[in-house]
């Protein structure tokens, strides 16, 4: 099922996350539950500077993951050259430029074309993560 949503506490912890690693770049995974964005995978190791991130993907748990995100300090919210390539492993790919809020990310495919994803309002309810990854 393709990813159409965000919920809105995942973006929030998300725009938090890029303020607190300013001026660097912040980046990590995104855990979807059917089409819906729910969580973020800070991946241990992950390498930051001003002007880019790199991930340690052999770090990674053996959990799907729907996507990544990353910041762009310099506010420019849109991909690099070097962001389309990594796209190509990802089904949705966030990008947010300082001043990291609600009106300033947007959304890319893994050929990198915009696209919209709609925040919403998730039910976490009771409901545990899946686990079986441990």
């Not at 070097?82 to 790919?93: A, G, H, P, T, W």
Request: with cysteine; proline share 5%.
């Amino acid at each position: 099922m393709a990813v159409t949503k965000i919920a809105s506490d995942a973006l929030g912890f998300i725009l938090e996350a890029c303020k607190a690693s300013h001026p660097h770049e912040f980046g990590a995974l995104l855990e979807a539950k059917e089409e819906t964005i729910i969580n973020v995978i800070y991946l241990p190791g992950t390498d930051t500077t001003r002007r880019s991130v790199s991930l340690k993907t052999w770090m990674m748990p053996n959990m799907p993951h729907a996507g990544s995100v990353h910041s762009h300090p310099s506010g420019a919210a849109y991909p690099s050259e070097q962001d389309l390539i990594f796209f190509r492993s990802n089904e949705v790919n966030i990008i947010v430029g300082s001043p990291y809020t609600r009106n300033s990310w947007n959304a890319f495919d893994n050929s990198g074309n915009r696209i919209e994803i709609e925040i919403v309002d998730y039910d976490f309810g009771e409901e545990e993560h899946d686990m079986k990854w441990l």
